[in-house]
Nanobody, 126 residues
């Protein structure tokens, strides 16, 4: 079954780190742009960053600049989001999504992406 599967979320203390993974199941990720998004309770989904099929990277959401980093390993059919120095306001459901030719300089826009994973919960609390 065609799927995007996120993993790596969890509960972490402020200042901690997590690495999220977005793996493709039954399809190859390397021809797609992949975006990372998050949605906190009561808030709209927001784009964090995206990576092109040839590993070009967009700008990051201002709130995460210098703390988060996206990368991809096409051999493992996986895109990663390394999150460092986590803050309570980073608490959200994090999702990845695929698109074609949609990742440019700007932070990704959800409506540009056509297939989504179920998400992985990240909670930052002491």
């Amino acid at each position: 079954q065609l799927q995007l599967v996120e993993s790596g979320g969890g509960l972490v203390q402020p200042g901690g780190s997590l690495r999220l993974s977005c793996a493709g199941s039954e399809f190859i990720l390397d021809i797609y742009d992949i975006g990372w998004f998050r949605q906190a309770p009561g808030k709209e989904r927001e784009g964090i960053v995206c990576i092109t099929s040839i590993s070009g990277v967009s700008n990051y959401l201002e709130a995460v600049k210098g703390r988060f980093a996206i990368s991809r390993d096409n051999a493992k059919n996986t895109v990663y989001l390394q999150m460092n120095r986590l803050k309570p306001e980073d608490t959200a459901l994090y999702s990845c999504a695929r698109g074609r030719g949609v990742c440019g300089h700007s932070v990704p826009r959800p409506y540009d992406y056509d297939y989504w994973g179920q998400g992985t919960q990240v909670s930052v609390s002491s």
